[in-house]
């Protein structure tokens, strides 16, 4: 589906290689969103039924980037790539528990999900080997 969304959309969208155990189990390129950004958007499951969602959206604007992470406030306690900003749910906000965003030349890329901190920097590594190939 990758290659499909690649040629659909214009762009290079990621499709990182898994880790071992690790499988895709929805994937989608939305080109019609009624704010104007495009993105595509993968979940990947792991061998203990952890989830970490990828979304890739190009040319965002801040109103865009500070929906996607509105109710999320600045994690320090978690450690990896010091690339990403990495963010946890406010109080009273229903969403997956870790969120890591990382902008690029006017893109971005989330991921989140509830897998440990080492799978999310394992994840954010192949990503950003990825994005600079």
């Known amino acids: 589906l990758a290659a499909e969304a690649n040629t659909a959309s214009g762009h290079e969208v ?3 290689e898994l880790p071992q155990g690790w499988w895709a189990n929805h994937a989608k390129w ?6 104007g950004v495009e993105y595509w958007e993968v979940g990947f499951v792991g061998p203990k039924n952890q989830y970490i969602g990828l979304t890739q ?22 450690t990896g790539s010091a690339n990403w900003l990495k ?3 406010g109080p009273n ?12 030349d006017g893109d971005f890329v989330s991921l989140e999900g509830n897998a440990t901190a080492e799978e999310f920097s394992e ?3 192949l990503v950003e080997k990825e ?3």
């Open 123 to 125: 994840f954010a590594e």
């Open 57 to 78: 959206a190009f040319a965002v604007n801040p109103t865009w980037v500070a929906l996607r992470s509105a109710g999320f406030i600045p994690d320090s306690s978690t």
């Open 30 to 35: 939305v080109s019609t969103a009624s704010d």
């Open 93 to 104: 906000v229903d969403a997956d528990p870790v969120l890591w965003t990382l902008e690029t």
């Open 14 to 16: 990621l499709a990182p």
């Open 131 to 133: 994005l600079s190939e």
């Open 87 to 89: 963010l946890t749910p």
